[in-house]
């Protein structure tokens, strides 16, 4: 069986954490996207595929020629940008609706219409449709009136160099960023997009009644030098205990959970939300958003905010960095997240292209 993946995403937050989990673990054949990017995993092809995501012209930049020359069996697609002018077997991963349940963070009228009429040819081009939780399923049966049949559910994983590990491993943090050792520590991961909801959280954060005793630390690419955050840090009196890291490589990343005292997504939707187990598989306590397919991954393992309520944020807050865990529950939020093994998911993965290879 021979796939190809358009890997253009392969250097994203979440979709990129899927893909290179995927290809790890899998046997693709031929890969879509920067070669540079690429050359250190095993393709026997690698089809040079630069064009951004996102715009009509990524349709017509689509190396059509080139890969049917290669003859796949699939073509898997990891987003739901699709050619809309392939004709053979497609797989196709809808991670989420975001923006169609906020359009209001589009940067136009122009990007939800491309968004809804790509999804919608995605959902009918596709011979088979992954999604990576039950709410994203609901989502599309709802919007696009999708067979139930025709969507298989698979979550995301967590990678095996998300442990707990000893102080002295990572304490190295504390210098490289000027932490101030005696507060405790609270970690948002992820980007800066309208609907990760980090102003809410800052407002939550200024309202801590001891809100000098924490750090609030702000791990991502987006962090890394000004953004519009700034000048809300500085209004709400919390710029001095706001902390950015910009991006960091894995390693780090593990640390620097390790480091915090409590990790926090207040998101207003998502299709997963990686962060959440990965915490929890570094023994950290968290708690995020009660929307979306929050519940579904973090179950009982988590507490649950309104993502529009700052004072319920905060309360959240206050209630789960001052909770006393035994050594036996933390040991359990560690259990639970290590059941999303990418192992698994790659295999449950590959059986969908198998099925449908199968398939006349």
Request: hydrophobic residues 40%.
């Amino acid at each position: 069986m021979r796939v190809a993946i358009d890997a253009r995403m392969i250097k994203s937050s979440g979709i990129g954490v899927y893909m290179e989990n995927l290809i790890k673990n899998n046997d693709y054949t031929i890969a879509l996207g920067n070669p540079d990017d690429l050359k250190k995993y095993q393709f026997e092809a690698i089809i040079p595929f630069t064009t951004k995501i996102y715009r009509m012209k990524e349709q017509l930049k689509f190396p059509y020629r080139k890969l049917k020359k290669l003859k796949p069996d699939i073509l898997h697609v990891p987003h739901y940008n699709v050619p809309i002018f392939y004709r053979g077997k497609m797989v196709v991963t809808i991670h989420d609706v975001t923006h169609l349940i906020f359009p209001e963070f589009l940067p136009n009228k122009f990007a939800k219409i491309y968004a809804k009429i790509m999804i919608w040819i995605a959902t009918k081009k596709a011979s088979q449709i992954l999604t990576v939780s039950e709410n994203t399923k609901k989502d599309l049966i709802k919007m696009f009136k999708v067979k139930p049949d025709k969507i298989t559910v698979i979550y995301n994983g967590v990678g095996g160099e998300f442990v707990k590990k000893e102080k002295k491993e990572y304490s190295y943090l504390y210098d490289k960023y000027k932490i101030d050792k005696n507060k405790k520590n609270i970690m948002y991961v992820g980007n800066l997009k309208p609907h990760k909801n980090l102003e809410r959280l800052l407002i939550a954060f200024s309202k801590l009644e001891n809100k000098d005793n924490y750090n609030l630390i702000l791990v991502g690419k987006a962090f890394g030098n000004y953004n519009v955050l700034n000048e809300k840090e500085e209004s709400l009196g919390i710029k001095d205990s706001v902390i950015k890291t910009g991006l960091v490589e894995q390693e780090e990343l593990v640390d620097l959970y390790n480091l915090a005292d409590l990790f926090v997504l207040p998101s207003l939707y998502e299709g997963f939300g990686i962060p959440v187990i990965e915490a929890l598989a570094c023994m950290t306590p968290v708690i995020c958003s009660n929307n979306s397919s929050l519940p579904e991954v973090g179950q009982d393992k988590v507490g649950y905010f309104d993502a529009f309520n700052p004072d319920e944020i905060r309360d959240k807050i206050d209630e789960y960095i001052n909770k006393i865990y035994t050594k036996e529950e933390l040991e359990e939020l560690r259990e639970y997240a290590l059941s999303f093994d990418w192992k698994d998911i790659s295999e449950k993965t590959w059986d969908v292209m198998k099925n449908v290879n199968d398939k006349l």
